[in-house]
Each structure stands twice: as structure tokens, then as C-alpha cells.
């Protein structure tokens, strides 16, 4: 005989004999019997804990003779090998196949997609029967601890989606595990995270929000990791305007085909965070995609509230000394904290990007020439890339 039961959004037993006939059994305090004892230890308890567990409203002899007539039930629908009755201990007689005991394994091998997959909806859902209290309360435990497995699962397999640059599938995992538990911050952090590394300015807008109505319906205070999440979302709109294709911009289709390359670039960058200096080339043909590529990358880290500057050089600006790396001057000296550098720093600074005036209205620009020139603008890029 072979038992399969099914406990994650739904309760259900079925048995398939030898001869392939199949049967079935719905919810109930049998059924619940049978996933109790296929989900603890050894799958077998005493009588005396089945009684309690599912008849604590009547005395002991009344939990005793119900739970017998439930033993003589479970075999006349579901068949006689079914249950190992021996002496004061009852359990299972075959081994069964349980969706909660396939997505705790998955879970444990960190197998995240599957694990994902096989969470089909909160275990043992809306069960509820007189006398069955510490079986609910059991179940509520269970149920808590289940979905804060799916949670982590969904967490970490959003985020392989994200270095993969499948922000689609990322926003929706991310959706998902929010619905699941809209009471845990973190799920909307997800959320918001991922609509942001896809460029989807107005949906990280939309569920900031709906992130906010929600919090205040709840009177819920948001911890200081939401109140960042909620500024980054504010503050990205759309993409910068001259790293933007259009006007749908803000929008961004799905990376398809260079999946791989994103997640190489983002490896370098994550090296590049620990401390290893990595200076990383990418070339192809025209219209391959390489300035999408980089887009994405912004965007994916600004997500995770990392400062990233794109910076394009025009061709037509090559004859101009330093244009470049002026433009980089200027972009860095838009991050707060940027007023800060030192006064020869700042009139460096002024020299090579002369818009940056208001910015630094006390310092006299720099007259140096030559290899001086040079050095000093060197130096003030690094102080002024340590100030944000």
C-alpha cells in the first residue's frame, strides 16, 4: 500500500493498493491523525496523546473509544495496512509521501526552486474541530515555522534571479512571498528591491505606497531597514536621463541572453566591494546590448542601496582635456556628503568642472599646470570618491 498525503494549503489522504485502486479521504480528524503521525518523529504516538491531541473536550475513556472508532474508520476507507496498532501505540504502517516532508527536505539541501515550487499554501490550513485544540495549536507552530522556511527559500532564490538579471521572475517571487506574509517587513523590502533593480520606477513607487497604507492600517512602525528601503524607492523614478533609451525607460524589458554576463559583472563587483580592485572590460559589437547590460547592473545595485555612477563618454568630446573626467566629477559631487572635501580638493575641482562653483563657493580654483595638473586631479578624485 502506498499513502500519500497532502498538507500544504489543502488536507488530504489517499492509499493506492497493489492493484492500483486509489482512495481518498478529505480533512476530518483522520486525516489530521494521519499527518500528525507522518510528521513527527518515529510516526507512532501512544494512545493516550492521540486522545488528548484530537478529543480534549470529552474524558478519557469517551478521547479512548473515539479515537478507536477512528482507527476502524481509517482502515475501512483508506485499508487494512494502513495503521500499526500495537498495545498502547499507534502508527504508521507504510511510508508516506508528504508535501511538507518533500519542501523541508528541498529546504535543507537549499535547493531553493524546488523548494519554492513544492510550497503549495500554509500547512494544515483553516483546520478546526471541537476538542482539537492542542492539535491546532500544533499545527499553528508548524504552520509558522513552515512558512518562515518558504520565506528564506523565496528570499535567497529572488536574489540568484537578481544577479541573474531575471528581474521578472524575481518581482514575482517577491510578490509572492509578500502575499504570504505582508505582516513581515522584510517581504515588502524584497518587493521593493527587486521592482527597483528592474528599472520599474513606477511599480517601486506604487508599492512604496501600498507599503506605507499598510503599515499605517496595522499601526506598524517601519524599522530602519523599511524607512531606507522606502527612500530608495521614492528617489528612483526612472533611470537617469542620460543612461535612459526613451521615454518607457523607467520600464525595463527582461535581460534575455546575457543572463550570464550580468551575473559575471556582478561577481566582479562583489569582489570589488571586499576589497579586491578589479577593473572589468567589456566589449562586443554594436547593438549587442553592452550599454543595456550596464543599465542593469545600476540599477541592480542601487536596488540594494549600493553607489553606483553611470558615466558615458561622447565620442565627440575626445578632443576635450579631461571632458570625461569631468563628467565623473560632477556626477559624484551630486551624492551627499560631496561638500566635504578639502578646500584644495574643492578647488581642483572647480578647475576641471567649473558648474561646480556653487557647490564649492569658498575655494579659489587651482592654477597648477603639467604633470601637476594632473596629479592634483587625480588626488581630488579620490578624496572627493571618499566623501559620499
Not at 506604487?206 to 499605517?216: G, N
Not at 555612477?309 to 556628503?337: K, T, Y
Not at 556653487?358 to 579659489?364: E, G, H, I, K, N
Amino acid at each position: 500500500m502506498h499513502l500519500t498525503l497532502s498538507t500544504l494549503g489543502t488536507l488530504q489522504a489517499s492509499t493506492t493498493d497493489a492493484q492500483g485502486t486509489t482512495r481518498q479521504l478529505s480533512r476530518g480528524k483522520p486525516v489530521a491523525m494521519l499527518a500528525y503521525l507522518a510528521c513527527i518523529p518515529g510516526h507512532k504516538a501512544s494512545r493516550e496523546h492521540l486522545a488528548s491531541l484530537l478529543w480534549g473536550d470529552v474524558d478519557s475513556e469517551a478521547a479512548r473509544q473515539n479515537l478507536r472508532q477512528t482507527i476502524w474508520y481509517l482502515k475501512k476507507r483508506l485499508g487494512d495496512g494502513l495503521l500499526d496498532v500495537t498495545g498502547e501505540m499507534i502508527g504508521l504502517a507504510v511510508t508516506a509521501a508528504c508535501d511538507r516532508a518533500d519542501f523541508v527536505l528541498a529546504a535543507q539541501h537549499a535547493d531553493f526552486a524546488a523548494a519554492v515550487q513544492r510550497y503549495t499554501g500554509p500547512f494544515v490550513p483553516d483546520f478546526a474541530a471541537p476538542g482539537a485544540s492542542e492539535f491546532e495549536q500544533w499545527c499553528e507552530l508548524e504552520r509558522r515555522r513552515l512558512t518562515v522556511t518558504f520565506l528564506r527559500c523565496a528570499d535567497a532564490l529572488a536574489r540568484q534571479f537578481l544577479s541573474e538579471g531575471k528581474f521578472r521572475d524575481a518581482q514575482e517571487l517577491a510578490r509572492r512571498a509578500r502575499d504570504v506574509d505582508p505582516m513581515d517587513q522584510a517581504t515588502w523590502r524584497l518587493l521593493l528591491e527587486t521592482m527597483v533593480a528592474g528599472s520599474d520606477g513606477l511599480g517601486a513607487a506604487s508599492e512604496a505606497e501600498h507599503f506605507e497604507a499598510f503599515l499605517e492600517r496595522e499601526e506598524q512602525e517601519p524599522d530602519a531597514a523599511s524607512i531606507a528601503a522606502l527612500r530608495t524607492a521614492r528617489r528612483f523614478p526612472s533611470l537617469p536621463r542620460t543612461a535612459a533609451t526613451g521615454p518607457s525607460a523607467s520600464i525595463a524589458a527582461e535581460l534575455v541572453g546575457r543572463e550570464t554576463e550580468f551575473s559575471h559583472v556582478l561577481s566582479a563587483w562583489e569582489q570589488a566591494r571586499s576589497g579586491t580592485s578589479r577593473v572589468l572590460v567589456i566589449t562586443a559589437a554594436a547593438g549587442l546590448g553592452k550599454s543595456r547590460l550596464l543599465r542593469d547592473l545600476q540599477a541592480r545595485l542601487r536596488a540594494s542601496r549600493s553607489r553606483c555612477l553611470l558615466v558615458r563618454a561622447n565620442p565627440g568630446d575626445r578632443h576635450l582635456s579631461g571632458g570625461f573626467v569631468a563628467e565623473v566629477a560632477s556626477q559624484i559631487a551630486a551624492l551627499p556628503g560631496a561638500a566635504a572635501v578639502s578646500t584644495g580638493s574643492a578647488g581642483v575641482l572647480i578647475t576641471l568642472a567649473p558648474a561646480l562653483a556653487s557647490l564649492y563657493a569658498s575655494a579659489a580654483p587651482d592654477r597648477s599646470e603639467g604633470e601637476e595638473s594632473v596629479r592634483r586631479r587625480a588626488l581630488a578624485l579620490v578624496d572627493l570618491s571618499r566623501m559620499p
